[in-house]
């Protein structure tokens, strides 16, 4: 390691700077144990290690500290230059259940050969792609075991290993103790249901309430709703209908999320979802130089720890900011419902009352006459060519895509300007610089200020969700709302 490198971890560790949380970890020597930056233990410097990744200091012996659980930190999303194809490699292995692939199907999807990707991988992170995704899902296992009453055996299946054999293998060679050993030695959540409830943990502050309203306004019939203090959603899949229901913790800076599933197999496609859908990887602390110049309006709400909604169905978010375009929040909330009543699919035996459809399939929208719904030609065809480009493959509307390739493809369907390709790639595509400049409230929001948008690159994305918190707190009735701004494309 670079020695000025190491000089500033040890200055940034002596500092105990949350900003550097997920950044990097140390080890220490003397105990074989590994830590965030934030840890409150105080090693002595000629005992540190640091490492790159979780993965990295497993690799190399160190098992995780019980007091500062580098399994919850937050993870460092801004990459530049090679290591974006490492990002894109950690996303397609979390959020799309391909850690299971072969380095070389990995490889290709991400148009590189897999000698590269693992130097990449060594480079970057320290270890191999099959030592991060062992360590992945060595860490959901820990939270099953502590948190939940289900059978180490299907512990072993939901965090997606293929056999309790490799489970206990891979389990015992990190931790130093079985499965069974580690249950019993671990605190206990005393909160048990039927359900599956997991804590995810965030780094505060966390803008649950923002959130909430956030997901309430944009709410799609059927699918998913706000009620309680609560974001509930039925997922469908497969083998059935599943239930999620998410409120906020702050006491214990965690989401609790209580899961009905129909399937174990679902639990890790489950979590991911929720992380990308709530914003969790994201480190709020980042943004605090930004709110302590003062000099954007919206600053406050920056500090507060806001978040950017994501999506859990990116083809029904990208759907409903197309049925947004041109109408106040409420019209687009309505415009989703016709949709989904006339060809969504109604669910035989919901799990929640107000939860009974699932959102129209690709194939759906692809070929049905959306007009009739009585939407704008050029609307409903750019939702036909949406459906289309993504069963042929070539639009990819995930986190784990080329940022550059999806705008471009987005941009190049008749009916999607500008503004659309922002706000799809703001929940869709988790782009945390993506900025509907064109928007009305951002463009008078940032005529009224001295500051450029450009100079908060690359974090634009929080800069619009504080600017539209501060517009919609001000708003009487959500009818109020002018949800978007022009969007050249359609007129």
């Not at 504080?466 to 002018?482: C, G, H």
Request: proline share 7%; charged share 25%; net charge positive.
């Amino acid at each position: 390691m670079d020695e000025l490198f190491a000089t500033t971890l040890h200055h940034a560790l002596s500092a105990r700077d949350p900003r550097y949380d997920g950044r990097f970890y140390y080890g220490v020597t003397t105990t074989g144990i590994y830590c965030r930056p934030i840890c409150p233990a105080r090693p002595k410097p000629e005992h540190l290690r640091f490492f790159k990744s979780k993965a990295e200091a497993e690799r190399a012996g160190f098992r995780p500290c019980l007091r500062c659980r580098p399994d919850l930190s937050p993870s460092c999303s801004q990459w530049q230059g090679t290591a974006a194809v490492v990002a894109r490699a950690l996303a397609i292995m979390e959020r799309d259940g391909a850690d299971s692939e072969s380095l070389t199907v990995l490889a290709e999807r991400l148009g590189i050969s897999d000698r590269h990707l693992r130097r990449l991988f060594r480079e970057h992170l320290g270890a191999s792609p099959m030592e991060v995704a062992i360590s992945r899902r060595l860490h959901l296992a820990r939270q099953l075991l502590t948190q939940t009453s289900l059978s180490i055996t299907d512990i072993a299946l939901a965090s997606g290993f293929n056999s309790l054999r490799r489970f206990n293998d891979a389990f015992t060679g990190t931790y130093r103790r079985t499965p069974s050993d580690f249950r019993k030695s671990a605190p206990q959540d005393p909160a048990r249901h039927e359900t599956i409830t997991l804590h995810l943990p965030y780094l505060p502050p966390y803008d649950w309430d923002t959130m909430l309203r956030y997901f309430a306004r944009h709410e799609v019939f059927g699918t998913d709703t706000v009620e309680d203090g609560s974001y509930l959603r039925q997922i469908a899949s497969a083998q059935g209908p599943s239930l999620l229901k998410v409120r906020n913790r702050p006491e214990k800076a965690c989401l609790e999320v209580s899961l009905t599933l129909s399937s174990f197999s679902q639990l890790r496609g489950a979590v991911a979802a929720i992380r990308g859908a709530f914003d969790l990887d994201h480190n709020p602390l980042l943004l605090a130089p930004l709110s302590s110049e003062g000099t954007v309006s919206a600053a406050p709400a920056l500090a507060d720890g806001i978040r950017i909604p994501g999506a859990f169905n990116p083809l029904e978010s990208a759907v409903g900011v197309i049925l947004g375009q041109l109408v106040s929040t409420a019209q687009g909330r309505r415009n989703l419902q016709k949709l989904v009543e006339r060809f969504g699919t109604p669910l035989p035996a919901p799990l929640h009352p107000r939860l009974t459809h699932q959102f129209p399939s690709a194939e759906v929208l692809a070929r049905e006459d959306l007009s009739v719904l009585g939407f704008t030609k050029v609307r409903a065809a750019a939702i036909n060519e949406l459906a289309r480009a993504v069963l042929e493959d070539r639009l990819t509307l995930s986190r784990s895509c080329d940022l550059t390739a999806t705008r471009k493809a987005l941009a190049q369907i008749r009916g999607i300007g500008p503004w659309t390709v922002e706000m799809i790639a703001l929940r869709c595509l988790g782009d945390t610089d993506a900025f509907p400049a064109t928007d009305l409230v951002l463009a008078r929001a940032l005529a009224a200020s001295p500051l450029s948008a450009d100079e908060l690159r690359p974090w634009r994305g929080y800069l619009a969700l504080a600017l539209w918190k501060r517009q919609t707190s001000s708003e009487a009735t959500d009818q109020a709302a002018p949800a978007i701004g022009p969007e050249r494309s359609l007129t």
